[in-house]
């Protein structure tokens, strides 16, 4: 090997030591791996800040957008807690769960699809008086799976995809993952049905702001409008369908107050006084159309975007002995009070007509620009690290359609991905499906930070010849080997590594090698390809290597040795079970 070759290398093996260490984020790791390739002039400044540009860099910021539209729009877990109604039992429940989130994870970002769902396993775990344990670790590893099936999926579908265009001028279209993806789910659904009883059933998760807080029974006051399904349904359907999570604590008719009895039925212009956790009221309110008074009252003249923000009551603040009806909170301060939470009182009237008191804890609706400066006047300080959409409007099924109308269009070849994918992304904050601050947050630019990064680093193997070396060795050592066994090389081999690298960065070191692995044995590129995307997505043995794994840890009060317990069996069944299909896919 030259000396460049070996700058490449030994770059590489350095930036992986800091991936182990742990010392910077990962995308930090990615800009010094990056300032160090220049600096040694393996990567010419002129190319420094090409991976910026790179169609990657804007898919996978893309499909994060689209991920957050459907996320929000509260579509699939509606559907979800459909069918939880007639599923009880834990592992009937645990294949409902990973069955979900491993297809959700073929419509959007595997990260996003198990984000949506982890409320519905946390309130099925409570309502079970069981450990989210059970469910969580095996959500994620479903995810992962799921993941597999398009190119949306996950990333390093994405970016095999580009590698196979540099090579033959064909990238990977939407669903051509699908066939492997989908057998492996299958399998690895059947694995997680009978395999859980591996995980901790005692491990319970640190205790979120509002259990610590213990905010549980918000009131809310709502209306049945035109349409609602509410209409003519009696009390009692309504806290069937809500598993009485949710309850109806007056009802008002006109210039009545109507009696609170199971067998009375709604009408249209009810008002209702509920309570409830904010999730269960966001939920209820979605799936029955009702209205929250004031909701759409709060946007300015100036189209400033509306926001919700949770805020608690203090000493010295102006609203203590005042209703927000008194104070004309909406018309003075251009706010609406959305609910109201006592410790240890269960609330009746109006949000508006409750005198507050030191303590109580406000939901408040509001241009999101002049929210932090009303919250100063009226001497209440926000609550922090608690996600509140309550008073939030949805789109309901349009982020559904946008996304469904890119899917069809890269499928079909009419646009590239990148046009296709940028296009819904800027359609969803166009038309409102997703906030442009919500759009913002979205994206992990920590990721984004590292694909621009080390794609010029990850590029330095093929510019200085260093990954036709590496091929060259491993094509030595596959020799020997029969075909299914240099596919199985290539997958262990990316499966090893993800891990300790993040997985798309996994990709970007792994697809040349394997191209490159591919030629020097006269096999077509395809199956090589797609063992790398599979090896690199689907990390079972810890909770560093994928950003799921990662979310599930402190939810699940999980240890890291957790991980290993489900996923080395799960990791052995994809080796033997996915080579053969991917070789049934893509022959050689």
């Known amino acids: 090997m030259t000396i460049p070759q070996w700058l490449s290398v030994a770059t590489l093996v350095g930036m992986m030591g800091l991936f182990l260490w742990g010392r910077f984020r990962y995308d930090v790791t990615a800009v010094i791996a990056l300032l160090t390739a220049v600096f040694i002039g393996i990567v010419k400044p002129a190319d420094a800040f090409k991976g910026f540009s790179d169609d990657i860099v804007i898919i996978v910021g893309s499909a994060l957008i689209l991920s957050a539209a459907v ?55 409570k309502k079970n008086e069981t450990s989210p344990s059970v469910f969580l670790m095996p959500m994620s590893f479903a995810s992962l799976l799921g ?59 640190a205790p979120t702001m509002g259990e610590a ?88 003249s100036e189209g400033d975007e509306i926001g919700v923000i949770e805020a608690v009551v203090t000493t010295d603040s102006a609203l203590i002995g005042r209703t927000a009806g008194r104070l004309l909170m909406r018309e003075r301060l251009g706010i609406n009070l959305i609910a109201v939470s006592r410790a240890g009182e269960r609330l009746t009237d109006k949000p508006g007509q409750i005198v507050l008191r030191a303590g109580d804890v406000l939901v408040l609706q509001g241009p999101v620009s002049r929210l932090p400066d009303r919250l100063r006047q009226l001497g209440a300080l926000p609550l922090a690290q608690r996600s509140i959409r309550l008073g939030l409007s949805k789109r309901g099924w349009l982020p559904v ?20 994918f940028f296009a819904a992304a800027s359609l969803i904050v166009i038309t409102g499906a997703l906030p442009v601050g919500e759009a913002y947050e979205a994206v992990e630019w920590p990721i984004l930070i ?11 193997l093929q510019s200085t010849g260093a990954s036709d070396v590496l091929a060259t060795q491993l094509a030595h050592a596959a020799t020997v080997l029969p075909p299914w066994g240099a596919v199985a090389l290539i997958l262990i081999t990316a499966m090893a590594v993800t891990p300790f690298l993040n997985n798309a960065a996994t990709v970007l070191v792994m697809a040349p090698i394997a191209a490159v692995f591919a030629h ?68 050689l």
């Open 520 to 587: 020097d044995l006269g096999y077509r590129p395809d199956a090589f390809l797609i063992a790398t995307a599979v090896g690199a997505g689907c990390d079972f043995l810890t909770p560093i290597g994928h950003q799921c794994n990662t979310l599930v840890l402190g939810p699940g009060g999980y240890r890291f040795s957790d991980y290993a317990r489900l996923g080395a069996p799960l990791s052995l069944l994809v080796i033997v079970i996915g080579t053969p299909l991917i070789l049934w896919t893509w022959p």
């Open 450 to 460: 590292m694909l621009g990064a080390l794609i010029p680093v990850s590029g330095s």
């Open 401 to 420: 359609i946008i996304l469904g109308m890119a899917m069809a269009a890269t499928a079909t070849g009419v646009l590239p991905v990148a046009i296709a």
């Open 147 to 205: 993941g597999l099936m398009t190119m949306v999926g996950t990333s390093p579908n994405i970016i095999v995809s580009r590698v196979r265009e540099e090579m033959t001028g064909e990238p990977f279209r939407m669903f051509d993952y699908f066939p492997t993806g989908f057998g492996l789910l299958i399998v690895g659904l059947v694995f997680l049905r009978f395999g859980f009883p591996l995980l901790p059933r005692n491990r319970r998760g």
């Open 213 to 300: 807080l213990n905010l549980s029974d918000y009131v809310t006051q709502a209306t049945v409008g035109e349409g609602s399904p509410l209409v003519g349904r009696s009390i009692a359907e309504f806290l069937e369908r809500n598993e009485q999570q949710v309850a109806v604590t007056s009802l008002l008719r006109g210039d009545m107050r109507g009696e609170v009895h199971p067998a009375v039925h709604f009408q249209e212009g009810d008002i209702l006084i509920l309570g409830g956790a904010p999730d269960a009221l966001e939920r209820a309110i979605a799936r029955d159309q009702l209205s929250l008074v004031g909701q759409d009252k709060g946007r300015d």
């Open 71 to 125: 996320q929000r729009s509260g579509v699939i877990e509606l559907l979800l807690g459909f069918l939880s109604q007639h599923i009880q039992r834990i592992r009937s429940q645990l294949l409902m769960l990973t069955a979900s989130v491993g297809f959700a994870s073929a419509l959007i970002k595997n990260v996003g699809a198990l984000a949506m769902l982890m409320p519905a396993a946390l309130q099925i775990a």
